[in-house]
């Protein structure tokens, strides 16, 4: 199984109504294309269906550090991608968030087939132990976390994810990615993430764009914003995620961790 090791890079978020994607393309096409592994996705796009189980301690630590914005703040999750019986990989995640700035670890520990199947309640202690060599850093990294605070499932998120990069080669890690049709559930188990989304966490008419870069933005970035007439907010699909599955009662919460942009509109209609 493989690895993946980060020195860190910038992720900037940006929500925009669905119907500017054509623009955006318009803007950004010249400088990227689509991901050359990326699949069908509905609406003619190309991409990911992705799934996040995102994990907490039993007080919700890591929902309450975003509510009271801390600068670091650490994401634990087990992502895998596709449908049912796609063989997927599975990948145990560690996120550890200063602001913009992201470094992530992350290894690939099985298939989700496989992972659907096991019996054990917390199967990423046996597909973590069969972990060796230079790969063992990633996936002791996510253990030391999820098991010595305790962590649990608490919600599951599914999104379509187009992403695009850079047409020319480069040695700086570049990325732009839109996401739509973001949707969480309360996980049943840790072996259910492919089931069916209870909740919609961003409105279907609004997208979530991702330019993610290592130390500067390329300048078609800048224009790109700029041509937008975009700023950056904080968007937290793990946020909204458990204050819709786990904290219904408390809807100030939901709110205060709404994207501006749909906040504004709402308020104007």
């Not at 047409?167 to 949707?183: A, F, H, P, Q, W």
Request: aromatic residues 10%; positive net charge; hydrophobic residues 40%.
């Amino acid at each position: 199984m493989s690895a993946q090791y980060e020195r860190g890079r910038f992720e900037l978020k940006y929500v925009l109504p669905a119907a500017q994607r054509t623009e955006v393309l318009r803007l950004a096409l010249p400088h990227v294309q689509s991901d050359p592994h990326a699949v069908e996705l509905p609406g003619n796009r190309r991409g990911y269906l992705v799934h996040s189980l995102y994990l907490d301690t039993p007080g919700l630590g890591d929902y309450f550090a975003r509510l009271e914005e801390r600068k670091v703040r650490n994401r634990l999750r087990i992502r895998t991608y596709g449908l049912p019986q796609q063989r997927q990989p599975v990948f145990l995640e560690v996120k550890r968030k200063s602001g913009p700035w992201v470094v992530k670890h992350r290894v690939a520990v099985g298939d989700a087939d496989e992972w659907c199947q096991s019996a054990n309640a917390r199967p990423w202690v046996a597909f973590a132990a069969r972990i060796g060599g230079r790969n063992r850093y990633a996936a002791e990294a996510f253990l030391q976390l999820v098991e010595g605070a305790g962590r649990v499932p608490v919600s599951v998120v599914h999104y379509e994810r187009e992403v695009f990069v850079p047409r020319e080669k480069c040695t700086r890690r570049v990325r732009l990615t839109l996401d739509y049709n973001i949707g969480a559930r309360r996980p049943s188990c840790a072996q259910d993430p492919f089931g069916p989304a209870e909740a919609c966490l961003v409105p279907p008419e609004w997208m979530v764009m991702e330019l993610k870069f290592e130390d500067f933005a390329p300048g078609w970035m800048v224009r790109l914003r700029h041509e937008l007439g975009v700023r950056s907010v904080p968007v937290s699909k793990f946020g909204l995620s458990v204050a819709r599955m786990q904290r219904a009662a408390y809807p100030e919460e939901l709110r205060s961790l709404l994207p501006p942009p749909i906040v504004h509109t709402e308020r104007a209609a």
